[in-house]
């Protein structure tokens, strides 16, 4: 599992998008498999959803840090006295 979750946050926000479709194209078969008595562990579909949720979770922290980060050209920009004005 840690090798898994360190290869997940090595990935961009494309990536983790396009392994959230799989997932939910994935749990999308499982809940089928189910309603036809075709799948023998369900507890595979509550995986598949913990799945997603972290995806989507780490999809969401990539986007509040690219929000925080202030850009670095708009502070060096501003001289010290220009800054204590402010």
Do not use: G
């Not at 990536?15 to 507890?43: A, G, H």
Request: aromatic share 4%.
């Amino acid at each position: 599992m840690k090798k898994d979750l360190k290869e997940i946050y090595s990935k961009t926000e494309k990536e983790l998008r396009d392994l959230v479709k799989e997932k939910r194209e994935e749990l999308f078969r499982l809940n089928l498999d189910l309603r036809q008595n075709k799948l023998k562990n369900t507890r595979s579909i509550f995986n598949t959803r913990k799945e997603i949720a972290r995806l989507l979770t780490l999809i969401r922290e990539k986007e509040l840090v690219l929000r925080q980060a202030p850009p670095e050209a708009d502070r060096q920009d501003k001289t010290p006295k220009e800054a204590k004005q402010l």
